[in-house]
C-alpha cells in the first residue's frame, strides 16, 4: 500500500511540474492557472459572433425563400446592426440624458416600426407566420434599457418564438426551407439571450 501511494505522489508531482513548466512557456504568472491565458471578447466583437453571424445565417435562409420573408427580415438584419453601432458608441460613453439615448436608439426602433407596418400591410401573404415572428419579436433589440435585461428579453423574445414554432410544428414534413427558417429564427433569439446573460446580465454595461 506504501508503495503504491508513494507511487501515485510521484506521478502527482509530475504531473504539476509539466503544467508550471507550461505555464512558464506561455509566459503565465505563477498561481494565475492556465485560463487565465484565456482572453474574453470585447461586448462588441461578442455581439458580432453571438448575434449577428446567427443572423446572418437566417439571412440566407431568408433570401432562399425570397418574397416577403426576405423583405421583413431585411428590417430585422438592420435593426440588429443598428443596435451592434449602439454598442459600440454606448460602451465608451457614460449613460446619457434620455433625449440623447433616445437619438442614439433611434436607427435601431426605426426598423422595428418598419417592421411592424409591414406585418399590417401582410395579412395576406403567405408567410404571415414568417412576418409575424420578425415583427413581434424584433422588441427583443430593446433589451438594454431595462434593469433586468435578461429576464425581460425571454419575455419579449416569446412574440416571435410563438410563431416560429408554429412554423416547425407546421412544416416539419412539408417546406423544408421554412422549417429551417424557423429553426434559424429561434436560434437568434437564444444566441442574443447568450449575449446578454455574458455581457450585461445586471444591466448595460456604460462606461463609468
Keep these: 500500500m506504501e508503495k503504491k501511494l508513494d507511487l501515485i505522489v510521484t506521478r502527482l508531482e509530475n504531473v504539476c511540474k509539466r503544467l508550471e513548466a507550461l505555464e512558464q512557456k506561455m509566459g503565465m504568472k505563477s498561481g494565475g492557472g492556465i485560463m487565465s491565458g484565456i482572453t474574453k471578447k470585447g461586448p462588441v466583437e461578442g455581439y458580432e ?105 425571454k419575455e419579449l423574445a416569446g412574440g416571435g418564438t410563438f410563431w416560429a414554432n408554429k412554423i416547425i410544428k407546421d412544416e416539419k414534413e412539408g417546406d423544408q426551407n421554412r422549417f429551417q427558417w424557423a429553426k434559424q429564427y429561434n436560434a437568434v433569439m437564444l444566441g442574443l439571450q447568450s449575449y446578454v446573460k455574458e455581457y450585461h446580465i445586471t444591466g448595460f454595461k456604460w462606461k463609468k
Design 49 to 153: 459572433e453571438m448575434v449577428l453571424e446567427p443572423v446572418n445565417k437566417l439571412k440566407e435562409l431568408s433570401d432562399k425563400i425570397g418574397g416577403d420573408v426576405q423583405t421583413c427580415f431585411d428590417f430585422m438584419q438592420k435593426s440588429f446592426i443598428a443596435e451592434k453601432e449602439f454598442i459600440e458608441k454606448a460602451i465608451k460613453i457614460q449613460k446619457p440624458k434620455d433625449e440623447d439615448l433616445q437619438l442614439m436608439v433611434n436607427p435601431i426602433f426605426e426598423h422595428v416600426g418598419k417592421a411592424s407596418n409591414f406585418k399590417e400591410k401582410s395579412r395576406r401573404s403567405q408567410y404571415w407566420n414568417e412576418i409575424s415572428s420578425i415583427a413581434d419579436g424584433l422588441s427583443v433589440v430593446s433589451w438594454f434599457l431595462y434593469e433586468k435585461p435578461l429576464s425581460t428579453l
